[in-house]
């Protein structure tokens, strides 16, 4: 039963440039959640997600950063037009049916460096 | 909004050591779990609390929920160095589905 999925692992770009992230949940998992950690901090939640429905955007910058989760295929992050402040790791998470009390199992990261 | 405080930030300890890492919720929390992420590592589960005044182990590895539900601590006995890493602590209040994490603490183990 394989895990949460992310790809890539690690991801360069040049400011201006677009950044995809993607994310596949654990097998049966319907919610995702996005968080971004910068060095010796902790996880700030920016967005979750249900199947083709953004519940919770709360903790995403209004402007360059989107997300969406479609009916198929993996959860995307996507940042465009990148600057220096969005250099992170960028982990998600997925958890089962019972959001509120359902383990949040983390994926490996992407981690972002924007030149 | 709800806020997690967590502390210490750092803790430095000799192998055979105990530790002990505290959180503290500035609103009343409906569960509280706790991951260890390895240095280039993820977050890991480690366990989830819920009732009040709850305690659970695992292995050297000690977990309360205090009584008021809002604050919660891990403590680690007889430290090994593959204990390395930042402790998280991660709490839900109620009705909310967004747990609000702690900024962790790194502890750091000398053989």
């Known amino acids: 039963n394989a895990g949460v999925m992310q790809n890539p692992r690690h991801l360069v770009r040049r400011r201006g440039q677009e950044a995809r992230l993607r994310c596949s949940p654990m097998?049966?998992?319907?919610?995702v959640y996005w968080y971004r950690q910068l060095p010796e901090e902790g996880l700030k939640f920016m967005v979750y997600l249900q199947k083709e429905n953004i519940i919770d955007e709360s903790g995403m910058p209004k402007e360059r950063f989107s997300a969406e989760f479609p009916k198929e295929g993996p959860s995307i992050l996507r940042i465009q037009q990148v600057v220096r402040g969005d250099s992170a790791a960028y982990f998600c998470a997925s958890s089962g049916w019972d959001s509120s009390t359902d383990t949040q199992y983390f994926g490996p990261g992407t981690r972002l460096t924007v030149l | 909004g709800q806020q997690v405080m967590q502390i210490p930030q750092y803790q430095h300890v000799q192998e055979g050591e105990d530790f002990t890492t505290y959180c503290n919720s500035s609103t009343t929390l409906s569960n509280i779990q706790w991951y260890k992420q390895r240095p280039g590592g993820h977050p890991v589960f480690l366990i989830q609390l819920v009732k009040s005044g709850e305690v659970k182990k695992q292995k050297r590895l000690t977990f309360q929920f205090g009584e008021a539900k809002k604050n919660s601590s891990l403590h680690i006995t007889a430290t090994q160095t593959t204990d390395v890493g930042t402790y998280f602590c991660a709490g839900l209040s109620g009705g909310s589905y967004i747990p609000t994490f702690g900024r962790g603490t790194s502890l750091i183990v000398h053989p």
């Open positions: 097998k049966g998992h319907s919610h």
